[in-house]
């Protein structure tokens, strides 16, 4: 293995991973276009991004893209780029993504966002692999590889016209769903102990695993944020816990009752501590 590239074990600890491992591999070693099926929180972004540091392209340039967090009448400017005078305030030339990340890969999340008639023009890109920058009418080769990913029926969303049959054709060249965290029980253990490990090293705390109540709430919980909830969970939890053991209150898996006694018990800690203290520098 090239020094740059990375390990899709190492990216996707977890049993229930095992399968989708050896799928990566050989997408990673392809061209074709890949979408990414999930619910939010699954690691469609992380999941792109490894597919390309494992790929040979794995030196160049990958460059992410929400299409559901930029303005529709922005988003067809940073994709494509745009020419002086084009409009208004344009007052220079402006390289779009899919020119700055030209040998690399280009990640589009939330492809199911991009509004109906920029898709035409993404489309006749990957089928032309050439650009012309707004404004412009010069036609630009670009070089790129495409990988997209949505938590929307991108099927269903042909049917009700809303996205373009041929485009969807043409990104899901090669489809990969990953299933729910709730799906994979075997993988929220290894997971949590994954990134307990990670965020122990981190933030240098002397924690060494989960509590029989913690490893209990986690195997329990549903987690309906999947894997960026179980993540942002054990990250809080490593930070506040105060000893070696996450619980599953560290968690933040308690009814009211016990957060009650608990913040009356630091409480009285406080100040029994503060008491204490006053007693001492009286004396």
């Given at each position: 293995m090239n020094a740059e590239q990375h390990s899709f074990e190492s990216d996707f600890p977890g049993g229930g991973f095992k399968r989708f491992r050896q799928q990566l591999e050989r997408i990673a070693r392809s061209e074709h276009a890949?979408?990414?099926t999930g619910e939010s929180?699954?690691?469609k972004s992380r999941l792109a991004r490894s597919i390309h540091e494992n790929s040979n392209r794995r030196s160049r340039e990958f460059v992410e893209i929400s299409c559901a967090s930029i303005p529709a009448q922005l988003l067809e400017s940073e994709l494509?780029?745009?020419c002086k005078g084009a409009f208004s305030g344009a007052f220079k030339n402006k390289v779009g993504l899919f020119e700055k990340a030209d040998t690399g890969t280009v990640f589009l999340d939330e492809i199911g966002d991009m509004p109906f008639n920029l898709q035409a023009k993404l489309l006749r890109f990957l089928q032309e692999k050439v650009i012309e920058r707004l404004g412009g009418r010069e036609e630009i080769p670009v070089n790129v590889r495409v990988v997209c990913a949505t938590n929307q029926n991108l099927e269903e969303m042909v049917k009700e016209k809303t996205f373009r049959e041929d485009l969807f054709y043409r990104v899901s060249e090669i489809t990969l769903h990953i299933p729910p965290l709730r799906e994979r029980e075997e993988d929220v253990v290894i997971l949590a102990q994954y990134f307990l490990q990670?965020?122990?090293v981190e933030y240098k705390r002397n924690v060494k695993g989960f509590s029989e109540d913690?490893?209990?709430a986690i195997k329990s919980h549903q987690w309906p944020g999947n894997?960026?909830?179980l993540q942002n969970k054990v990250k809080s939890s490593v930070i506040m816990s105060t000893g070696t053991q996450v619980t599953a209150f560290d968690l933040g898996f308690y009814d009211h009752e016990d957060a009650t006694f608990a913040l009356d018990l630091n409480l009285r800690v406080v100040r029994e501590e503060a008491e204490s203290l006053a007693i001492?520098?009286?004396y």
């Open positions: 890949v979408l990414l929180g699954t690691g494509f780029g745009y990670q965020y122990a913690g490893l209990s894997i960026r909830e001492q520098k009286a």
